[in-house]
């Protein structure tokens, strides 16, 4: 409860600065009323989800998420607001103590450029404000096709030319528009590649999240099938289950859905691509990850029926496991697909210029293709969303990969 009350009182506090910004950059009464209306509002919505909702976990609902997210946007309106004019009245402040001291009559806080400020400030924070708001509403379902040439010598020769489409982390509990997830789906289909795989989180807690969009991802075809993985989403791990019998046959469900969808689900096994007198090896691990997230995984039994030799490619949903176990392992894995960070769903990307996000802070291998010792990892930046229900900047994925033979020197 203390949390909460000073929660609302550092809110309320930031609300009325931003008012007085407000005030000075216009003469409209209704403008004020308007911003005041909003704030409580959002708080009021945000109080309310997260203490009488009734929907228990770790991962946010469709409800909570949104009033997180119009949250998220009133704060950083006003931050940034507050940011930008803190500094006048600190100017301001110094200034009168100077003249105080030193006995010189000078006016300090011009209105003229008060008003400028206060109308900078207000213009620079309706930018984040009104990405976020974007984010929410078309930023989610900015679906991107990414596509990479990857070389390698011992690149079997009938896989030269291979195309695969990676899609990770769907979140189906957090869909909310029919139309574009179908659009996505036709979009996948329209790549025309040789394999689909998806590496986890099919779900946010519960399996039937994914029962209403079993119809549409049974649509999803490829010549050579379609393999998938678990995420740490897809185990019910974040919400409370009565019994664990009962999470248990959540987790039955989910993967028996999989496969009803077409989906080949690997847990910690292999299988084999062939072409003529070709194969790669496809090794797919339940979710691994560093800290406290799920260690299902297990490189060594799913890898337990390919050879040293093979071409290997490998679905690992959380990328600290291909940092901390696969990179090294003796069986060299050609190229792993993982997903998981969704690159925070917030940051700036111009391809040849920029790439940040917050989350490179705890993943060092967070969005896009990295190698290490000779070994490639595609990260996918997910096609779904949790949590901030929406994207700004980190837009949502889907990979194709063109492996490729490297020409003899």
């Known amino acids: 409860m203390l949390r909460w009350i000073v929660f609302v009182i550092i809110y309320l506090i930031m609300g009325f600065y931003t008012l007085q910004a407000l005030k000075t950059a216009t003469r409209f009464p209704w403008v004020y009323y308007a911003f005041m209306a909003l704030s409580v509002l959002v708080l009021g919505n945000f109080i309310y989800q997260f203490n009488w909702s009734g929907d228990p976990g770790r991962v946010l609902s469709k409800p909570k998420s949104y009033a997180f997210g119009f949250l998220i946007?009133?704060?950083?309106?006003?931050?940034?607001?507050?940011?930008?004019?803190?500094?006048?009245?600190?100017?301001?402040?110094?200034?009168?103590?100077?003249?105080?001291?030193?006995?010189?009559?000078?006016?300090?806080?011009?209105?003229t450029r008060r008003r400028f400020l206060s109308l900078m400030a207000m213009g620079i924070a309706a930018v984040p404000?009104?990405?976020l708001l974007y984010g929410m509403y078309r930023g989610k379902y900015n679906f991107k096709v990414l596509k990479y040439n990857l070389e390698f010598d011992d690149l079997p020769p009938s896989f030269d030319g291979y195309q695969i489409t990676q899609i990770s982390d769907i979140h189906s509990g957090s869909f909310d528009n029919r139309k574009?997830?179908?659009?996505?789906?036709?979009?996948?289909?329209?790549?025309?590649?040789?394999?689909?795989?998806?590496?986890?989180?099919?779900?946010?807690?519960?399996?039937?999240?994914?029962?209403?969009?079993?119809?549409?991802?049974?649509?999803?075809?490829?010549?050579?099938?379609?393999?998938?993985?678990?995420?740490?989403?897809?185990?019910?791990?974040y919400i409370p289950w009565p019994t664990e019998e009962l999470k248990q046959e959540n987790l039955e469900d989910l993967i028996k859905m999989q496969r009803?969808?077409?989906?080949?689900?690997?847990?910690?096994?292999?299988?084999?691509?062939?072409?003529?007198?070709?194969?790669?090896?496809?090794?797919?691990?339940?979710?691994?990850?560093?800290?406290?997230?799920?260690?299902?995984?297990?490189?060594?039994?799913?890898?337990?029926?390919?050879?040293?030799?093979?071409?290997k490619i490998l679905l690992s949903h959380d990328p600290s496991h291909w940092e901390d176990k696969v990179v090294t392992d003796e069986m060299h894995y050609h190229l792993t697909l993982s997903g998981h960070t969704h690159g925070m769903q917030f940051g700036i990307e111009i391809p040849g210029i920029v790439k940040w996000s917050p989350v490179k802070w705890r993943y060092k291998y967070w969005a896009g293709i990295y190698e290490e010792m000779?070994?490639?990892?595609?990260?996918?930046?997910?096609?779904?969303?949790?949590?901030?229900?929406?994207?700004?900047?980190?837009?949502?994925?889907?990979?194709?990969?063109?492996?490729?033979?490297?020409?003899a020197a």
């Open 73 to 111: 946007a009133m704060l950083t309106f006003n931050f940034i607001t507050i940011l930008f004019l803190f500094s006048e009245d600190i100017f301001r402040f110094v200034s009168a103590v100077y003249s105080r001291l030193y006995g010189r009559d000078q006016e300090f806080g011009l209105p």
């Open 129 to 131: 404000f009104s990405a």
């Open 180 to 237: 574009k997830i179908s659009y996505a789906i036709d979009l996948i289909n329209l790549q025309q590649s040789d394999v689909i795989l998806f590496t986890g989180d099919m779900v946010n807690n519960k399996s039937e999240e994914m029962r209403p969009w079993t119809g549409l991802f049974s649509k999803l075809d490829a010549p050579d099938g379609k393999y998938s993985i678990l995420g740490n989403h897809d185990y019910g791990d």
């Open 260 to 311: 009803e969808m077409g989906f080949d689900l690997l847990l910690n096994e292999s299988r084999y691509l062939k072409k003529g007198d070709d194969k790669l090896a496809l090794i797919g691990v339940e979710n691994w990850g560093r800290g406290g997230f799920k260690k299902a995984g297990d490189l060594a039994k799913a890898s337990s029926n390919i050879d040293h030799d093979d071409f």
């Open 374 to 407: 000779g070994q490639y990892i595609n990260v996918n930046r997910g096609f779904g969303f949790i949590g901030y229900p929406g994207r700004v900047g980190i837009w949502p994925e889907i990979t194709v990969i063109t492996l490729k033979k490297r020409p």
